[in-house]
């Protein structure tokens, strides 16, 4: 869940941003002091309340910092010192405090005029002097942005009287320009029209952390993997305890990276992610090799930049049987212009008869994306003029054929096919999407499928990334 919701946020934050350097918005991020602590604890439904029972050390620690408060309350249970609290205000590490302030930052700007975006909790805006105001939190951080900077100096002015109106609370952070340190992104707007989306210390980390575990190969390496990625070695040794969990952190860390800055690794983080569970050498050796390509392409970042027509494209692709079980990989990309904002490597769930078919499911993976993308941006502002503002790229006609035609285009090998996957139809129908024919050698989605090598890989990847 945790990850899911990373996710969404993450795109949330890259579509904004996007956004904000096509209009050239003055940017703003800011941090809210002890957030946790200013805000009330209510009490339970039934009128009970919330206790916490402190022990330990941190008794005697409480009772020398103020012993008129603490000491009359020291209990025993058996030889241990025991301290019950009422809880009067939210804290870090109580399961609900997070949304205890979620709530209070949510009231206080609604408070103010802004409006929260219905497909993503944590976005707001409000029109002030004509022009957007947007804000996009992630508890206690937030991004500000309009086209004057003196409303983000005045919204500053605000969340400094609302949550640090003296010194013993501490200080509302704020940075305004071009630079900002940005949930382990760094949100670069210097070029006009465009965002560039930097995670190289956090790469460098990430391959300095592999290095000191095991030291890597001096050999430059191709590609991020080879063509034997989604094959697994059923002979291969099985990690270790302590390996397998260096295993299961490495890949971790990857798949942050592969959500954000790094979507070029995301084929193999993917198969990797199924790996976790009972990691082999064979593994180890493809998330080494991943790894060492990190080491080369440290340096590189994504840079995202809308275009004039407002349309948000979408290739997507599958590749068949491509899996041990013989199951199918889908792959899509969505871009407003120049560099991916959203990719999808998986693993198809079903077992798919031909191409077609599994062309036909990959739709199904992605379509509920899609189609937040789309509610999202709308409830943004950001549309284009036509009706059909989402265009699907494929590269296979038959499939095509079945999602405008549904079931009327439905032959021998497509007939025993479940209802849901022709829901594409009707949104093809309402005009809430168009299909368009891209030929493989353009669909930049094909990366997500399968371990591409070559010449490919790098082209594609240049398009995800929006490469020099």
């Known amino acids: 869940d945790t990850a899911a919701s990373s996710t969404a946020m993450t795109k949330s934050i890259l579509i904004t941003a996007t956004i904000e350097a096509k209009e050239g918005r003055d940017v703003m991020t800011v941090d809210i002091p002890n957030a946790f602590i200013q805000t009330d604890v209510d009490n339970n439904e039934d009128g009970s309340r919330v206790i916490m029972k402190i022990r330990g050390s941190m008794v005697d620690m409480l009772v020398d910092l103020a012993p008129e408060v603490y000491s009359n309350y020291v ?26 302030f ?35 939190w992630h508890v206690d951080d937030l991004k500000s942005s309009h086209v004057d900077p003196r409303v983000n100096d005045k919204f500053l002015g605000w969340l400094r009287k609302t949550y640090a109106p ?32 930097n995670m190289v210390d956090y790469v ?15 050999s430059k390496v191709s590609g991020p993997w080879n063509e034997n990625l989604f094959k697994v070695n059923q002979a291969s040794q099985k990690l270790g305890t302590t390996q397998a969990e260096q295993f299961h952190t490495i890949v971790a860390k990857g798949l942050f990276v592969a959500k954000r800055a790094r979507q070029d690794i ?22 080494r090799r991943m790894i060492q390509f990190l080491r080369q392409t440290k340096e590189d ?71 937040w993308t789309k509610l999202f941006l709308k409830a943004q502002g950001y549309q284009a003029n036509k009706d059909s503002d989402i265009v699907i790229y494929r590269d296979n006609m038959s499939t095509m054929k079945l999602e405008q035609n549904g079931k009327a ?53 240049r398009d995800i990334l929006n490469l020099p």
């Open 166 to 197: 003296d010194t013993t609370i501490g200080d509302v952070k704020a940075v305004q320009g071009k630079l900002h340190d940005y949930l382990a992104m760094t949100l670069d707007y210097t070029t006009p029209g465009e965002v560039r989306v």
């Open 409 to 461: 285009s439905s032959g021998k090998r497509t007939r025993h096919l479940n209802i849901k996957f022709f829901y594409i139809t009707d949104l093809i129908k309402r005009k809430q999407l168009r299909i368009q024919y891209c030929p493989t050698d353009q669909m930049t989605a094909d990366y997500m499928t399968k371990p591409l090598t070559g010449t490919k890989i790098h082209a594609f990847r």
């Open 266 to 287: 995301q084929p193999a983080i993917a198969f990797l992610c199924t790996r976790v569970n009972a990691p082999t050498l064979d593994d180890w050796g493809k998330l």
């Open 75 to 100: 209990t025993y249970e058996g030889k241990s010192k025991v301290i019950y609290v009422h809880v009067l205000k939210a804290i870090y590490g109580m399961l609900r405090s997070a949304m205890l």
């Open 301 to 371: 970042s994504l840079t995202l930049r809308s275009d004039k027509t407002n349309v948000v494209r979408w290739s997507l692709d599958a590749s068949f049987a491509v899996h041990p079980d013989m199951k199918s990989h889908t792959g899509a990309t969505m871009t407003l212009g120049k560099g991916v904002l959203q990719s999808v490597s998986t693993k198809q769930k079903i077992n798919t008869r031909s191409s077609t078919e599994a062309e036909l499911v990959s739709t199904d993976n992605v379509i509920s994306k899609i189609m």
């Open 102 to 136: 979620y709530k209070k930052l949510r009231n206080d700007l609604e408070q103010i005029g802004f409006k929260i975006n219905p497909y993503d909790p944590c976005v707001a805006n409000r029109i002030v002097n004509g022009k957007q105001h947007t804000i996009t």
């Open 204 to 218: 460098k980390s990430m391959v300095e952390d592999f290095n000191e575990i095991e030291e890597l190969p001096n």
